[in-house]
């Protein structure tokens, strides 16, 4: 297959059709609000550490982190020239998501601790495991 030859007056290294960087109505360059996009990081981080159970209080520590973060990107999205309202509110939602998350599975556990017939179970589940490994 033979190669297409660029236009006249185009180097080969330039895209023949550029894609424009949109701009605001004043005509300059509209930036993502860095807030809001580490928001999201941050929700979708602390959400999967949440959901592993064993990183659950990282995925606490994350969520709090990536709803600060996503506050600060909603109030400088309303700023001129500054986008990523959508990204901030991703973010709010997985970051407060995983915070309940991570609570409910702390006050689980905490109940489950507080209940001495359970403690008993477990505990008598392990001695029968523990006599059962070969020696």
């Known amino acids: 297959m033979a190669a297409s030859n660029p236009p006249a007056g185009a180097s080969p290294n330039q895209p023949i059709h550029p894609i424009p960087h949109p701009t605001s109505e004043s005509g300059t360059a509209v930036k993502t609000s860095s807030a ?35 506050i600060i990107g909603m109030r400088m999205s309303r700023r001129p020239g500054v986008t990523g309202r959508g990204l901030a509110i991703g973010g709010l939602i997985l970051s407060i998501l995983a915070v309940l998350v991570a609570l409910a599975f702390a006050a689980g556990i905490t109940t489950f601790l507080n209940n001495e017939d359970a403690v008993d179970r477990l505990d008598r589940r392990v001695e029968d495991l523990r006599d059962k490994l070969p020696r």
Request: overall charge neutral; aromatic content about 8%; cysteine-free.
């Open 36 to 70: 809001a996009a580490f928001a999201l990081v941050f929700g979708v981080a602390a959400l999967f550490s949440v959901l592993t159970v064993i990183l659950s209080a990282v995925g606490l520590l994350l969520g709090i982190i990536g709803i600060i973060l996503a």
